[in-house]
């Protein structure tokens, strides 16, 4: 196997050694690019519930805050169920189709932080790495959202099929 590359470009990447593991469970606000990003353990239905209600603190006037997300098991959790149950709940959980992660903005998000933070970089400390990923979505992407948003939110609609009538 071989590959090229410009005679003044380093291409091989060092590498660290580790077992150390960053897990986020995060979400972006499409409009003004404000992020809610959680360092868990492990991402499942307790850092589900953290997250939400970090987002409703987010939008406290907010009568009702729709979220568009992914169809993994913890997401659907019966602890979430519960917490979402609630009557005070403001969150509506919409779903977006299995094994289509194109049309998730998270999942856009995730790839675009690889682009930026992880892409042909190695990092000495694990701290460095941690740092690097967390201030890039916690403040360059709210910071710097018209740069970002055609890239996270290109192709996202909302289609009501209440809107539409079906040809058959």
């Known amino acids: 196997m071989g590959c090229w590359g410009p005679k003044d470009i380093k291409i091989v990447v060092g590498q660290t050694s580790g077992r150390q593991r960053l897990n986020i469970h995060g979400a972006v606000d499409l409009e003004t690019g404000q992020t809610r990003m959680l360092e868990a353990v492990t991402v ?5 519930i953290m997250l939400l209600t970090a987002i409703e603190a987010m939008y406290p006037a907010k009568r009702l805050i729709h979220l568009f997300l992914d169809n993994a098991r913890y997401h659907h959790a019966k602890l979430v169920q519960a917490w ?3 009557p005070e709940c403001r969150i509506t959980l919409h779903f977006v189709s299995a094994y289509c992660p194109h049309l998730n903005p998270i999942e856009r998000l995730w790839g675009l932080m690889h682009k930026h933070i992880t ?24 910071g710097t959202w018209d740069t970002y948003c055609d890239a996270v939110s290109d192709n996202f609609r909302i289609i009501n099929p209440t809107e539409y009538r079906i040809l058959a």
Do not use: G, K, Q, W
Not at 44 to 48: C, E, N, Q, R, V
């Open 119 to 142: 892409h042909n970089r190695c990092y000495e400390r694990f701290a460095d790495f941690r740092d690097a990923m967390l201030i890039f979505l916690r403040e360059e992407v709210p």
């Open 44 to 48: 499942d239905a307790i850092s589900t």
């Open 84 to 86: 979402l149950a609630r």
